[in-house]
């Protein structure tokens, strides 16, 4: 054996890689010579300082001869103060000839297009083809809930072992606990992820749902803070879902910015925040890292600490934006709070009596979103070459400006639809006020449940100004887009260096996105297809876009340059960030800041 397979062995620091150079080299033969060179470059190491559990560059996956033996995860059980969790995917009743699971099965196919079921299950994502995981040599390994496919339930991406973690302290053993064993960490909390990062084939999960506190401040001084700084807060630990927070600050009377969805179960202080985080209230209050005022956070070192814009700004910094399982594992936010305020619902349905007319309408539409930036409006859409569908919030403005605004556009959707054209202005209360309103029409099946990839772009102010014709022209040219008017107003009045979020919000009104699909149990071959339909017409949205800049919660996994169109010029910032706060690389993702670092599964470092 040569010095140069020894640095290899080394540098790889693997145990089971020197199991396999052991194995494949049979009349290797440990001697005082070799043994000698070993010592000599085991010194030259620690000369160095480099510790050689930091040397290791592959993570120790589930069924590895280094997977921590039962003792050892005995000795973390009794640390924690729940169970170990042994997740499985959600179909796995199905699967059993066990009459008594008969029932487990029922409630899975009743409730799979639920988004609160789903987060209530630690082995759940949201959308399934996020549970599969497909081997190089394109087999799928997976668990359908379609059981005739004649397929066996398999774990696929769902990490097999994990903690039920309810407190900082069970989150620092685990932490502590997946870097003693060099594990791959996942950190999962709802499971909305739409690049599939809160899920991974052989990892170790902390699965964060229940830390559910929430507490409310009239007078919230960050740490470190002097004390005339002082803000209406609210303070959330990682496993509360945005629906808890509506009803708790519709409580109080409060109001924050949060996400939207159809039962608003995407969590509140998880990959959310960390992402970004929008809402149709964007444009009046700002992006969700706009609100954060202080997180509590378990870095890879295990220690607890606080970040803010006193204390650790480089890691709040880093945290606002960043992406979510990338710095550590946020224990708690603190969101602003802001007063309730009324608003007016504007909803548009349009069946277009030709391609022609969608392409006028859907080009004044697109056209009056500087407009209604400048008025703080918010809210969601999608359209095609028959359809238009908007609803569209505008807050505290009057209803006589509300109409002002909106009634050009109205009365041109009017004339372009066929029959049943839906124009309605709905003033309501506060925005608590509009969950038991039932006006809105169903134009959408579940949001989960479902097999999807995402992509998207921001879509700058000047493009809606100036080439809102062009722009309605090639969107309408994707099979399917949607229009998130989720910036504008307030998102623009921020510094664009403010936060590690994409730089690109700060000229942004709206997030445009497209998506496909495939069948559950689709070969290899034809999810690859759906991925590169997704790329071309990834190709077609950045001719809209100058900067190329997407929103990494709602982006594909399918970039061509992930860095840039996630962070923009923020990127080389955040990589400094995370290289100090997390050197060895605990916590990686798909597509996230470092991964650039590590091969396709994220298991072996490859620079
Ligand atoms: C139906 C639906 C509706 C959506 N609506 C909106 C919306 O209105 N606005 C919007 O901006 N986005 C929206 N999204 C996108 C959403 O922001 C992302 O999916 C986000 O990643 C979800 O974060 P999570 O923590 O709930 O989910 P998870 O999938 O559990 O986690 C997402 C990522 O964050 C990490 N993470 C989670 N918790 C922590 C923690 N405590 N510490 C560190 N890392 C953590 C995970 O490791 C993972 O990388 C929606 C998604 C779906 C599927």
């Not at 990682?238 to 109080?252: F, K, L, P, S």
Request: glycine fraction near 8%; aromatic fraction near 10%; charged fraction near 15%.
């Amino acid at each position: 054996m040569d010095a140069t397979v020894m640095i290899g062995i080394l540098s790889l620091g693997n145990r089971d890689v020197i199991e396999w150079y052991l194995t494949t080299h049979p009349t290797f033969q440990w001697n005082n010579e070799l043994g000698m060179r070993f010592l000599f470059l085991l010194s030259l190491l620690s000369i160095h300082g480099v510790l050689l559990t930091e040397a290791k560059t592959c993570k120790c996956l589930y069924g590895q001869s280094c997977w921590p033996s039962s003792e050892s995860f005995t000795e973390l059980a009794s640390n924690l103060s729940q169970p170990l969790l042994s997740p499985t995917p959600p179909a796995l009743p199905c699967y059993s000839s066990d009459p008594n699971l008969e029932a487990a099965c029922a409630d899975v196919q009743a409730n799979t297009h639920n988004a609160t079921w789903r987060t209530n299950i630690p082995g759940a994502m949201q959308n399934i083809n996020f549970e599969t995981y497909i081997f190089p040599n394109d087999t799928v390994s997976a668990c359908y809930l379609n059981t005739t496919l004649g397929v066996a339930c398999e774990q696929g991406s769902i990490p097999p072992v994990g903690v039920d973690a309810r407190s900082a302290e069970d989150v620092q053993a685990a932490v502590r606990f997946a870097k003693k064993h060099n594990l791959k960490l996942v950190v999962h909390n709802t499971g909305h992820d739409y690049l599939g990062r809160s899920a991974g084939k052989g990892a170790f999960m902390i699965w964060t749902h229940w830390m559910k506190n929430i507490a409310f401040h009239d007078t919230f001084q960050p740490e470190g803070a002097p004390s005339s700084e002082t803000y209406e807060a609210m303070t959330i630990a990682a496993g509360v879902q945005w629906i808890e927070v509506y009803i708790a600050a519709a409580a109080e009377d409060k109001f924050v910015v949060g996400g939207i969805s159809q039962d608003s179960s995407v969590g509140a202080a998880g990959g959310w925040v960390q992402g970004g985080g929008h809402s149709a209230f964007s444009g009046k209050f700002g992006l969700g890292v706009d609100n954060a005022l202080q997180f509590t956070v378990v870095k890879a070192d295990g220690s607890h600490v606080v970040a803010n814009a006193h204390k650790n700004k480089n890691l709040f910094w880093a945290l606002r934006g960043g992406g979510g399982g990338t710095y550590g594992v946020v224990t708690s936010v603190t969101y602003r709070t802001h007063p309730v305020v009324p608003l007016t619902l504007a909803l548009g349905f349009v069946n277009f009596t030709s391609p022609d007319a969608a392409q006028r309408g859907v080009t004044e539409f697109i056209h009056l979103h500087p407009t209604l930036s400048d008025n703080e409006w918010g809210g969601y859409s999608f359209f095609n070459n028959y359809t238009l569908f908007f609803a569209y919030f505008a807050t505290n403005v009057s209803l006589p400006d509300t109409n002002a605004t909106i009634s050009p556009l109205f009365d041109l959707l009017k004339e372009l639809g066929q029959e049943g054209t839906i124009t309605e202005l709905v003033p309501f209360d506060s925005f608590y006020a509009l969950a038991d309103y039932q006006g809105i029409p169903n134009t959408q099946d579940s949001q989960v449940g479902n097999i999807v990839e995402l992509s998207s772009r921001l879509l700058s102010r000047d493009t809606a100004l100036n080439k809102a014709e062009e722009t309605a022209k090639t969107l309408l040219s994707l099979p399917f887009v949607a229009v998130n008017y989720i910036a504008g107003g307030a998102v623009l009045r921020q510094d664009k260096d403010s936060a590690g979020v994409h730089p690109g919000w700060r000229n942004a009104l709206a997030e445009v996105y497209t998506s496909e699909n495939w069948e559950e149990g689709a070969s290899a071959e034809i999810i690859h297809a759906a991925q590169q339909r997704l790329k071309n017409n990834t190709v077609v949205l950045d001719s809209i876009t100058t900067d190329s800049a997407a929103y990494l919660n709602e982006a594909s996994l399918h970039e061509v340059d992930f860095k840039k169109a996630f962070w923009g010029s923020h990127y080389p910032r955040l990589k400094k960030i995370k290289n100090e706060v997390d050197p060895s690389g605990l916590f990686v993702v798909p597509r996230g800041v470092g991964s650039d670092d590590w091969d396709a599964d994220l298991v072996c470092r490859s620079s």
